[in-house]
């Protein structure tokens, strides 16, 4: 073979393999490629799973979610510790049980005719004493309808007509009274039982007749009589120079997803139904812009932009995210931050009773557990999310956010350990609003403004009515009368 021909073997033979290399740098590149798209999805995917597994193993215990999203299934963890003590009253509890009457408005005497053994007549002998037992019971329910009558007399001298005058309030030739009245508003927006259902109670137990509409119009009638009353409570809580709760909570009205708002103390409260939750509202319903106490909530931002009042944190909020650090997250620092929490708080309500405020000795060391915790929590949240850390548009961890709420408001977090009248949490509020969901699972969504309104107004008078120790019944029944109980002036 010519060295010509060998050249030219070599020179194709050198052209295939550069061709095969090639080929396998594109195919290389290609797979390079593919790799990655599929290494984002995946990592797009394990972050997605987190989180998903993370919305599931929420519960009432460890976030914001309400219990009544809990899922049945699960059994959630409360965050009260056990007390050592048996169920009922304690060892040396003065129990309280039925006494006898002094007066009963029936009695009914046994007689003992003859003897049990000889048969002897007893009828003429004097009984040595009595064997009492007394039965409480509801009397018959009767409707009593009182008929006035205004006579009309002429007068002989002058030949005028007069009449007598009815009493202030009787207007029609038939009406229902003030006390059927408020027993209808008392069972729709007290005991939150809806309107047909109202109507039957009512039929059932008095044999009263009432339309559901004739329901609504006494709620109305309630409502527009409560408006200066409503403003009293509403001024009183806005003057109020200690501590008012804030909370809101959504609710459906005319099929539209609104907000009820709450302001309340340990006196008054005050409801206001409005379609925006942040400061629109707040603005619109003019307490906490006034406001210059105390103010406690969730660390809802909208409340932090008001500054001419003092705020705290509520820790039941914090307790709960801190549970769901540990068991969604399983980072270290988030259980002794809960027992430093729940230890201060034990604190404080031990020295409540003989002091004023804790020694400064005790506020030090707990303010420098609590630095501590923080720092060893930073440093842990860094090893286990070091890798968002560097990326500037990273969604923040769930750890982190709490560990940056927990520094930035300590103050705020622990107010209640600095001034004793502050309280640990803002369960006032929640338990203040925790009706309005009752109410929309017993009688269904508010289906007008109107309705809402109503509910609001009426509710925040019986709210502070029961607040102040006044019968809730009686006072419904004033509204519909000349003289309406203003709790505020009680």
Known sequence: ???????????????????????????????????????????????????????????????SKPPSLDDFKKKT????????????GQKGHEGATLELSDNPDEIVTHTVDKCDICGESLQDVTPERHIIRQIVDIPEIKVKVIEHRAEVKKCPKCR???????????TNTVQYSEKVKAVAVYLTQYQL???????????????ISLSQGTMVNFNTDCYDTLEPIEDNIKSSITDFQETVHFDETGVFIDKKRQWLHVASNDKYTYYEA???????????IDILANFTGTAVHDCWKTYHMYSNCDHALCNAHILRELNGISELEKQN????????????????????????????DKIEAFEKRYAQ?????????????????????????????LLNRLSGYKNQILAFMYDFDIPFDNNLAERDLRMTKVKQKISGTFRSEDGAKAFARIRGYISTVRKNGLNTLDCIKSVFTLNPIDPTLV
Do not use: C
């Open 333 to 360: 620092w988030a259980e002794p931050m809960k027992n430093l929490l729940i230890e201060i708080k034990k604190e404080v309500d031990l020295t409540w009773n003989i002091a004023n405020a804790l020694t400064l």
């Open 274 to 284: 409005h379609e925006k939750r942040g400061k629109e509202a707040v603005d619109d």
């Open 193 to 207: 039982i809806p309107y047909k259902r109202g109507t039957e109670l009512i039929y059932d137990m008095f044999g």
């Open 373 to 401: 915790i923080l720092e060893d929590g930073f440093k842990e949240d860094f090893i286990a999310n070091s890798k968002s850390y560097y990326k500037n548009k990273a969604k923040k961890s769930t750890s982190l956010n």
């Open 160 to 170: 005028r007509k007069n009449t007598g005058k009815f009493p202030d309030g009787i």
């Open 77 to 88: 963890k409360s965050l009260r510790t056990k007390s050592g003590k048996i169920p009922g």
């Open 1 to 63: 073979m010519s060295e010509g021909k060998i050249i030219e073997i070599y020179n194709q033979g050198i052209s295939q393999v550069i061709d095969a290399i090639q080929k396998l740098t594109v195919e290389i590149k290609s797979q390079k490629a593919e790799i990655e798209i599929l290494s984002k999805e995946n990592k797009h995917l394990t972050e997605r799973v987190k989180s998903l597994e993370s919305q599931v193993n929420k519960n009432s215990n460890n976030s």
